[in-house]
């Protein structure tokens, strides 16, 4: 096909997707949402390039339509198979509508009444949970300014961690902060700045005020857009007031963007507030001449564990190095583990407090750190020692009682479900989930690798979901990752493949159902990937795939005080693994990327820290392959067992053994004096070995 041809294909399934549009506006159970944006496009001319941008195809829309005239292959190819094919398709096609029917997969994937029943819950839920004291109130001294412009973003009330944290923050407290996820942590360390920034930007109009550093960009994205929003209603009623005068900046460097340009932004002091990653936040502290942290007033740490676990300490250590010790410094993480508590001792310097909304009043940090004993999160040496040295008589990890903080950290309106699927039927079983979810309800799915969410998120959107389906991974491009964040924010159903670099933090409305996919890390990340969902009082549902043979992380979890619901697997699935594979047979694109995902599988289970738990060596690799819909299993180079690794070491003895043997007898056959007699018997002398023989 010509790319004039494409550009017309594209055309009508423009216009096709947007009357699916607004047939799906019509089936959103948030549906009185009059002002609510049409969902995105995902392919073609989806996300990466908005609707009415420049025809010109980036190398993601050309994929997709590669994968468009692969659908179209692909009907094509069953529409001219012989009819005894057909009817074998039909009677197939029957069978799996009759599976899909009695599938008790569906009585938790909610139908539209269940929808409304869950919005009523939710707002209930809501209510029930930001019940906490008017943020104008009078004894919290916050400005009116600031006061007024939460209001106007409809921020009224406190949630429960920013009534604990606002009166404290704002004496000038240095703060830890841990809440669950999607508790209003942001707005607890923003609110402080925001304050402090009307008294100190007229006076030091052309100094940096604060940084708050963030792990990913999307969260970066999420916080400065956040900030950004009351800032303009802050300088909208500035600009009332008086007519001329500093306006408050808040600026976002998390690279991808032009150095340059950042840096003339930094220089210029316009960015009172900046939020960034560290690694590119670093790269200013060093090089940016002009863009000095000295006048800095506040440091945010947000989500610190998962900073250090990227490698960011060093940066982290170099940025808190720069900054003034007069600083306040405010920390926060949805768990709390012992990484960020060897943060708070290094970077908390004013009477620090550690405030939860579980304790009955702040402590000390020192004091907390006393109490704490570390969960074996992250740290990889203490999980080798906390882990996998202690295991309970069923062979499961076990942790200390007084330890397993991880499930007090998860909301109480979120229903978690754990399913076991047996290897070979993973795939079928993700295809029952997202075509039961992905055009009713917004879903994450988080996988362990870019390879798997790749793959699983092109499979998908080549068995029919196209406009349901995106992918978001730290390998994306800066600009792909950023459209894709956002487009998934605008949907309201639909479903987004992605690795954990959306476990933190994001806040993406109306997200009720997380599929982990590919098993956590540990239970810090199970917390934090559930997290997108059942946000500020909302209810949501989290489900685990496992297969049988790794079912003892169930229990593992159950430790940590995480509890999940046994979900009922269908006995059978629909009979699909054919026209799975059948993709990969047409699309060269998506077989690539089958058997890259499939090594990639095998390799993060190789790095797992839970070694007895995702043991490598019982994977059924041929089951494996089945479930990239791999019709031969790829090679894998395995590490040997102990027992093969003995086995070995004995055979290579015994060979060695025999090879020295050999040596000797040729050598003494070499080497040994013949006797010589002659035919009447008598002994005639010795002759010599020659000595050029060799040995
Ligand atoms: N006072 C409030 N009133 C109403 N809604 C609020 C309030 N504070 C926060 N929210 C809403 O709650 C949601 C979650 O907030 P936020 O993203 O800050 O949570 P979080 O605790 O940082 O979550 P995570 O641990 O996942 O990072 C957001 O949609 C936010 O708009």
Not at 380 to 393: C, R, T
Request: hydrophobic residues 35%; contains cysteine.
């Amino acid at each position: 096909m010509g790319i004039k041809g494409r550009k017309k294909r594209e055309r009508e399934r423009l216009a096709k997707q947007a009357e699916i549009a607004e047939d799906r506006d019509g089936e959103e159970y948030d549906s009185d949402d009059e002002d609510a944006p049409p969902p995105f496009l995902v392919f073609g001319n989806g996300p990466f390039a908005p609707p009415g941008s420049a025809p010109k195809m980036s190398q993601s829309q050309r994929f997709r339509m590669m994968d468009e005239s692969v659908l179209e292959r692909y009907r094509d190819d069953h529409a001219n198979r012989k009819s005894s094919h057909i009817k074998k398709k039909r009677s197939r096609d029957e069978d799996e509508e009759v599976d899909e029917e009695s599938l008790p997969l569906m009585h938790h994937f909610h139908d539209a009444e269940e929808l409304v029943k869950l919005s009523q819950q939710q707002s209930l839920a809501k209510k029930q949970d930001i019940t906490g004291c008017r943020f104008g109130h009078p004894l919290l001294g916050l400005d009116e300014r600031v006061v007024t412009a939460l209001l106007t973003e409809g921020f009224s009330r406190m949630t429960r961690i920013q009534e604990r944290v606002l009166p404290l923050a704002l004496e000038g407290y240095d703060i830890l902060g841990q809440a669950k996820t999607g508790s209003g942590k942001t707005l607890a360390f923003s609110i402080p700045i925001l304050h402090g920034a009307q008294t100190i930007v007229p006076k030091s109009p052309k100094s940096c005020l604060a940084l708050i550093l963030g792990p990913t960009k999307e969260l970066c994205v999420q916080i400065h857009q956040i900030l950004g929003n009351i800032a303009e209603h802050l300088n909208a009623a500035a600009r009332q007031e008086r007519s001329s005068g500093p306006l408050l900046g808040v600026r976002l460097i998390t690279g991808g963007t032009s150095v340059l340009e950042e840096r003339k932004a930094l220089q210029s002091g316009s960015a009172h507030i900046v939020v960034g990653t560290p690694g590119r936040i670093t790269d200013h502290v060093r090089h940016c001449v002009g863009w000095k942290l000295s006048t800095l007033r506040y440091l945010v740490l947000d989500e610190a564990d998962r900073m250090l676990a990227d490698g960011f300490q060093r940066d982290l250590d170099y940025i808190i190095g720069a900054t003034p010790k007069s600083r306040q410094t405010l920390l926060f993480s949805a768990t709390n583990s012992k990484s960020v508590h060897e943060l708070a001792r290094l970077s908390l310097s004013k009477t620090p407090l550690f405030i939860d909304t579980k304790s009955a009043e702040p402590k000390f940090v020192d004091e907390e750190l006393a109490n704490a004993v570390a969960p074996p999160f992250r740290v990889l040496q203490d999980v080798v020692d906390d882990n996998e040295a202690a295991i309970d008589e069923d062979g499961v990890p076990a942790t200390s009682s007084t330890n397993d903080h991880a499930g007090e950290d998860i909301p109480s309106a979120l229903h978690q479900f754990c399913a076991l699927v047996p290897v070979e039927d993973r795939l079928r079983a993700l295809y029952v989930f997202v075509k039961r979810v992905a055009r009713v309800a917004k879903a994450m799915v988080f996988c362990s690798t870019v390879a798997s969410t790749t793959f699983h998120c092109q499979m998908m959107g080549s068995v029919g979901f196209h406009n349901e389906v995106l992918m978001l991974h730290g390998q994306m491009k800066h600009r792909q990752r950023l459209a894709t964040f956002a487009a998934f924010n605008e949907w309201s159903t639909g479903v987004l493949f992605c690795t954990d670099v959306a476990a933190r933090g994001l806040d993406i409305p109306h997200v009720s159902w997380i599929l982990q996919y590919d098993p956590p890390l540990d239970p810090t990340e199970y917390v934090h990937r559930i997290g997108r969902t059942a946000r500020a009082g909302n209810v949501g549902n989290s489900l685990i795939f496992l297969t049988p043979e790794e079912s003892r992380f169930i229990k593992y979890l159950t430790n940590f005080g995480i509890h999940m619901e046994a979900y009922p697997v269908p006995e059978k699935l629909p009979r699909i693994q054919e026209k799975l594979e059948h993709v990969l047979q047409l699309d060269p694109v998506v077989a690539k990327s089958a058997v890259i995902a499939y090594r990639a599988h095998v390799g993060a289970y190789l790095s797992h820290i839970l070694k007895e738990t995702f043991d490598v060596h019982r994977i059924d690799l041929d089951g494996l392959a089945k479930a990239f819909a791999l019709t031969s299993t790829p090679n894998v180079s395995l590490p040997k067992t102990s027992a093969e690794e003995k086995q070995d070491y004995v055979k290579g003895k015994i060979k060695s053994l025999n090879k020295r043997k050999g040596q000797a007898i040729r050598h003494y056959e070499q080497m040994k004096t013949k006797q010589q007699w002659t035919d009447d018997g008598s002994f005639v002398g010795m002759s010599r070995p020659k000595r050029s023989l060799s040995m």
